[in-house]
């Protein structure tokens, strides 16, 4: 049976708030409110240890899309064994600017503080994606952060960044994840600036959170940060149990066959455990990896897959500039065949260059998706609104923004024969909102049109006009 903790938060003055929680120990309590008149709530988990008379390292935690409850989940194992309380923004981060929501997280922070016996030299944060950002900028206003894991995305002003507080700073991407390059970026940064760093990579999808093993790593390492500071003491072989949890990780990969991704963990932990009279047993491990039947290959393949990568980054990036500004619609087709190409080795039984192509579509995919934005609110020409688009539509077929932007930009200069080429190449997609079709900026005209209606009907088996038998005539009255 879980304990139940009843909590009555008394916080600071400038709250002028107090408010009886029923918190379950050993489990995630989700929706409490923030104080005062803010409309937000967190998750917290608690250890079922937990006692008001110690003072507990804490975990802040940011999802992008405010899933509180799910994202404290994923640190519940680790936060029981470590001893650690989580608490899980509920806000969403894709609405608003940075500023305003680390204001949101700062109060966030300050709830916590006033309500729990916090040690405030053992206070981490983690996020993914613009929680990742979160999750860094809090740093700046919080001198005292101890450790920070940015999944996916960063963020650091470097005149902001404490170097008399070098806390230590994890990095992870996605394998298929285009923001590695950018993660790598902020490794090199804050090693450049001596802070300690850990990277780590894993398999799924962007905007995908790592699974909890890897999570479970990663508190360990805060742990192991809070001993190297002095701030946590290697209680009863506290030390000993992170890094056989580590170990014990390194081998679920061996024994899938994954030795390259073996080897590079062991390492990062080369680098993590230096302090701790681990480097006999890790050395002894590496040497086990390296003489496996298959690591050669595997790092064969890893290394030619970076180099043909980095080659193909300059090349796209250098490409996309120059016909963008040109507005070289002759390109158009070269750009929807190396798509083609990037799919194909998608499917490759070599996993290097299978992630590698997963990489650079998305890297490209940003790029366009970046300044096609940027040309829509610009008061850019038609011309180059439309190419943008058209590229678009190259890079990413089965995305309909493009789709219904150009038929927007054709429509509104009667340029039928284009806005029509696009509807249908919209609905061979599989787009089907028929309404959306009839709401397009700029088509009042075309859309009364048998040609457009009879597209639609081809597609979505009916249309809003002209949707008798074409040998048969249907007026329709138009209103001024």
Known sequence: MKKILVLCLLVAPFFSFSQEFRIKKGAVTDSLQFPGDIEESFAIYLPSNYSPEEKWPLIFVFDPQGRGAAAANLFRYAAEDRGYIVASANFSLKSEP?????????????????????????VFSAGIDEGGQIASAISIFYPQMAGVLSIGNSFVIPKGLD???????????GRRDYMIYVMENYLKYFDKNDFPTEADYYDGKEGQWPPSSIIYNAVGSFTLQSIRDGNRENSEGL??????????????????????????????????????????????????????????????NFNRAVIYERQKQDEFEYLLRVDIISKNFKNIGWWAYQVDELNKLKDSDNEARSNMAYRLHSYIDFITKREQKAVMNSSAEIDLKVFINVLRTAIQKEEPEAYLNIISLAGSDYNYDTALLYLEDLLKTGYSNMDALYEIPGTLDLKLTRDY?????????????FNEDASEEKEISIEH
Request: no cysteine; net charge positive.
């Open 239 to 300: 030390v000993d149990s992170i890094f056989q949890k580590e170990m014990d990780y390194v081998e679920s990969l061996r024994r899938k066959r994954e030795f390259l991704y073996a080897y590079q963990k062991l390492e990062q932990m080369e680098k993590t455990y230096e302090d701790f009279g681990k480097e006999e047993a890790i050395e002894s491990k590496m040497k086990e990896i390296k003489t496996a039947e298959g690591y050669k290959t595997q790092k064969r």
């Open 163 to 173: 170097k008399d507080n070098p806390y230590l700073f994890i990095g992870m991407a």
């Open 98 to 122: 940075i500023d305003s929501l680390s204001s949101k997280a700062l109060l966030m922070m300050r709830t916590l503080f006033n309500s729990f016996p916090i040690d405030q030299k053992q």
């Open 453 to 465: 209606n009879q597209l639609i009907k081809k597609y979505l088996g009916t249309a809003r006009y």
